[in-house]
């Protein structure tokens, strides 16, 4: 690997993030500052903190920026599940957005541990 920019993960969630954002345009004009602000500080956390992890010297190190990609992740997760229950989202985006969300959740999950072998 050259960047983190190489790393699957990392692109995944700027894919997610690209998503969010758009899904969350189409949320309630009230909502600006608050679930659709708290969904896009936690997408955008993902990705960054990849990198900033990947940018530190040690392991440790960037295992800690990796569990902190992955909390982010998990509180998108009941986020994600708000704006279902509020109907800010349909069953159809709700399905994609999990999905892409699951896979990059499994993904970090392996990329710590490898950090820690």
């Known amino acids: 690997m050259k ?7 990392w692109q995944k969630s700027m894919v997610f993030v690209y998503e969010i954002y758009t899904v969350t345009k189409i ?19 993902i990705p960054s903190n990849i990198a ?8 440790r190190d ?8 992955f909390g982010s992740a998990t509180e ?6 708000i704006s279902k229950q509020l109907s800010f989202i349909h069953d159809e985006v709700y399905i994609s957005l999990s999905s892409l969300l699951t896979e990059i959740l499994r993904m970090l999950y392996k990329y710590r541990e490898s950090l820690y072998r």
Do not use: C, M, W
């Open 27 to 45: 949320f309630p004009s009230d909502e600006k500052f608050g679930l659709s602000s708290q969904l896009r500080r936690a997408a955008i956390s």
């Open 62 to 69: 960037n295992a800690h920026f990796i569990t902190i990609a």
């Open 76 to 81: 998108i997760e009941t986020q994600l599940l």
């Open 52 to 59: 900033e992890g990947y940018a530190r010297k040690t392991k």
């Open 3 to 9: 960047t983190y920019k190489d790393l699957i993960v």
